[in-house]
Structure formats: structure tokens, C-alpha cells
């Protein structure tokens, strides 16, 4: 059974940190894509970061500088290092795993900024 399960989400005043995890089973993980997209309440889902299966990594404008993306292969996990948070940062961060035309979903993790 092909499993993606985050975590690490939380509340968090402005400019605290948090670290998100997902980690994966079921499927080989050294050999998909990973992404975090994000949904805020009332908002269409926001591509946040990418990392490549030869660990090139992406970010979205409006988190480059503050997060970092990062996996291990070898704990078949990928993470998001998120920094100096904002209110804007507030939504449900999900793990995304693909391959060709195969994907894979977490069922989410809420990230809440506020003070």
C-alpha cells in the first residue's frame, strides 16, 4: 500500500520556524519527484517547493530564501525546512510524489501563522 503521511505541522507565531516531514512507503522513493503544494482556506492549491530524484530543488517564489527542501533517500522521507514564517504561510501543506505519470498524494499537514 503506496503511503505518503506528513507531519510536523503545527501553530506558529511570525518568524518561527517549523520542519515538515513526509514520509513515504510502498513505492520506490529514491525514484520519484518530490513537491510540497499548499492550500489556504478559501484559495486553489500553490506549488511550494520541488526536489528532483538527482536532488535539484526548486521554490516557489514566495518562499525562496525561507524554506528548504531536502530528502533522504536512505529514510525514504523528504522534508520542508520553513523559516521565517508569515501569516501568508498559513494553509494545509501537502507531500506529492511523482514519476512519469504516476503520483502519489499525503493527506496533509496545517501549518497555522499567527500571533
Known amino acids: 500500500e503506496v503511503q505518503l503521511v506528513e507531519s510536523g505541522g503545527g501553530m506558529v507565531q511570525p518568524g518561527g520556524s517549523l520542519r515538515l516531514s513526509c514520509a513515504a512507503s510502498g513505492f520506490t522513493f529514491s525514484s520519484y519527484d518530490m513537491s510540497w503544494v499548499r492550500q489556504a482556506p478559501g484559495q486553489g492549491p500553490e506549488w511550494v517547493s520541488s526536489i528532483n530524484t538527482g536532488g535539484n530543488k526548486y521554490y516557489a517564489d514566495s518562499v525562496k530564501g525561507r524554506f528548504t527542501i531536502s530528502r533522504d533517500n536512505a529514510k525514504n522521507t523528504v522534508y520542508l525546512q520553513m523559516n521565517s514564517l508569515k501569516p501568508e504561510d498559513t494553509a494545509v501543506y501537502y507531500c506529492?510524489?511523482?514519476?512519469?505519470?504516476?503520483?502519489?498524494w499525503g493527506q496533509g499537514t496545517q501549518v497555522t501563522v499567527s500571533s
Open positions: 506529492n510524489a511523482v514519476t512519469g505519470v504516476r503520483g502519489y
